[in-house]
């Protein structure tokens, strides 16, 4: 008896100890190479810019209602819609964007952190419409705001800023093809940044800005680089 | 009793990590495909989306038309968009079998001959895939509505076929997962069975899919 209760120590200290070499594993944190400097960007600001967010039952982060209208089902209980407007350099709405999300299989704690499938549709009046496939690792968000602010009650040192995208290219950096318009044929990669600028719990409060680095070669990149 | 404790020690750590690399810790619910291999190669699939269970939601613009008064949740446009000739929709998508596998955004843009329809489709547990064709005419499920009888602010029931691309057929464009790599071509076929007087409209979208992997 006194032998299983050792082996059950340390069999719980052994995982103890391995919980916090993943909460800190550095593998599990990294994130796609800067955009270049000609890359065309795309920006948005939450919630302001959303125009509708369903959520599945088992995706509701933020503890939020998913509404009756909820992605209920159990094939899609992890995954989200979400509808945004696009802001061009100017500040002007320039694009719809849809983004169908959802937990990614090759979620790996150990070595690429907490993945989300994130397949963005983006149209963009009068110039078409482009696909962007990126993986996206939720897990720097989840260890450093999500976790100790918004569960923990810690005081939060914000904004925070994330640069989530972690493939699938080859450089870390989203696929993205053009599919309609002047887009048509043409492929490219694609960086996501985001920065919390706002987050309270008591409130239920949380506010964003992000954007969305597009590097389609041609020269409707070029004309609208920052 | 050191070495047990050790031992623990050891497994309790290699089997977390173990846990942590191996697990399927977010893998989706898989329903079995249903699939069918085409005579002259290729497979194919059909999905369902059921109006108006199915809609999640539609934007407000002036080419909504029906499909934007009959939506679950409006998507309100900002005042540029609000003439655009864009229309975008969220579904849930349905196997042959009846069950929602997925969810889909279809963005219509464009006017006369360069209007395009183009479809992502995310079915969570296999990937992701896109659809690209000629869109249909602005205004084109009103038109065949109000030929088969149909008028604004009157319920209406019949049974009627839209074409909903100016062409037979639009090709599948780019894919992830299970779905990366494939070419194909693909059909969309709306079918509307009523209206009622708040221009709510019943009826089903089918998409039909053939796809092979190109040698």
């Given amino acids: ?226 | 009793m050191k070495i047990v404790f050790l031992l623990g020690l050891l497994v309790g750590f290699a089997g977390t990590l173990a846990g942590a690399h191996f697990a399927p810790l977010l893998a989706h619910t898989r329903l079995p495909s249903h699939t069918s291999v085409v005579a002259n190669g290729g497979r194919a699939e059909h999905f369902v989306i059921r109006l108006p269970a199915d809609r999640i939601a539609a934007t407000d613009g002036e080419a909504g038309g029906l499909r934007s008064t009959s939506a679950g949740g409006a998507m309100l446009l900002p005042a540029q968009f609000i003439a655009e000739p864009l229309l975008v929709e969220h579904f849930k998508v349905r196997d042959d079998a009846g069950s929602v596998i997925g969810v889909a955004a279809r963005h219509w843009s464009g006017t006369g001959a360069s209007a395009a329809t183009t479809w992502s489709v995310m079915i969570p547990s296999r990937g992701a895939f896109v659809l690209n064709g000629p869109g249909e005419a602005r205004g084109a499920l009103e038109a065949a509505l109000r030929t088969a009888g149909y008028s604004a602010g009157k319920a209406w029931d019949g049974q009627v076929a839209v074409p909903m691309m100016r062409e037979d057929e639009g090709l599948v464009a780019a894919g992830t997962g299970e779905f990366e790599g494939l070419a194909g071509t693909y059909t969309e076929t709306w079918t509307i069975a009523n209206v009622d007087e708040d221009g709510r409209v019943n009826g089903t979208i089918e998409l039909g899919t053939v796809t092979s992997r190109p040698e």
């Fill in chain 1, 1 to 226: 008896m006194k032998y299983l209760f050792v082996a059950i120590l340390g069999l719980v200290l052994g995982a103890a100890a391995a919980g916090v070499v993943l909460y800190f594993n550095p593998l599990a944190a990294k994130s796609a190479s800067m955009p270049h400097a000609t890359d065309r960007v795309l920006t948005y600001s939450l919630p302001d810019q959303v125009l509708e967010f369903a959520l599945g039952d088992d995706a509701r982060l933020f503890g939020q209602d998913a509404g009756d209208d909820g992605l209920w089902e159990e094939t899609i209980d992890r995954s989200a819609v979400l509808a945004l407007v696009l802001n061009d350099a100017s500040g002007q709405p320039a694009a719809l964007a849809s983004r169908l999300l959802s937990t990614s299989a090759e979620t790996d704690l150990l070595l690429r952190g907490v993945l989300v499938s994130d397949v963005w549709l983006v149209t963009i009046p009068n110039e078409g419409t482009l696909f962007v496939h990126a993986d996206s690792n939720a897990w720097p968000f989840l260890k450093e705001t999500l976790l100790p602010v918004w569960y923990l009650d810690r005081p939060w040192n914000g904004p925070s800023e994330y640069w989530p995208t972690v493939g699938p290219g080859a450089d870390d950096s989203a696929d993205v093809v053009g599919i309609a318009g002047s887009f048509d044929g043409r492929a490219g990669t694609a960086v996501e940044r985001y920065e919390i600028t706002a987050l309270d719990p008591a409130r239920k409060l949380a506010l964003a800005t992000g954007e969305l680095h597009l590097n389609l070669p041609g020269p409707q990149v070029a004309v609208q680089a920052q």
